[in-house]
């Protein structure tokens, strides 16, 4: 005949045992949105080479004013006609294989948000006419 014997490992409940406690929520989703646009950015860039600086600059200065005057006529606020870029490069030919300096390049991008998707084009078209025109 065989007997159980009663030890100290049964009652597990006495040890001074430290319990882990996991406090961790995982959560996985995944969404689609699908919504119509109410607005369009685009970027307007005009671009002067001259000789002279003062002048390179004075021209692209005045061909900007006239491309945002075009567009504020067509219903762009000046508010949202933004500077993004304005670089000012010294432009040279190569010319028997020597550096010759030719002159200035300035170039002024601007960052036009429309409110009013519809005239999207529009605008595209107006500041193109106005560069080719002045």
């Not at 000789?51 to 006529?73: C, D, G, H, P, Y």
């Amino acid at each position: 005949m065989y007997r159980l014997i009663d030890s100290d490992i049964h009652h597990l409940d006495n040890c001074n045992c430290t319990k882990v406690i996991n406090n961790n929520i995982r959560v996985i989703g995944r969404g689609i949105v699908s919504v119509e646009p109410d607005s369009a950015e685009v970027i307007i860039g005009v671009i002067t080479q001259d000789a002279s600086l003062s002048e390179a600059q004075e021209e692209n200065s005045r061909v900007t004013n006239e491309v945002i005057n075009s567009i504020n006529e067509i219903g762009i606020l000046p508010k949202y006609i933004q500077t993004q870029d304005y670089n000012i490069r010294s432009v040279y030919d190569y010319i028997d294989g020597k550096q010759v300096f030719r002159g200035y390049e300035i170039s002024n991008y601007l960052r036009v948000t429309i409110k009013n998707i519809d005239i999207t084009g529009e605008v595209i078209d107006t500041a193109v006419k106005m560069v080719q025109i002045v």
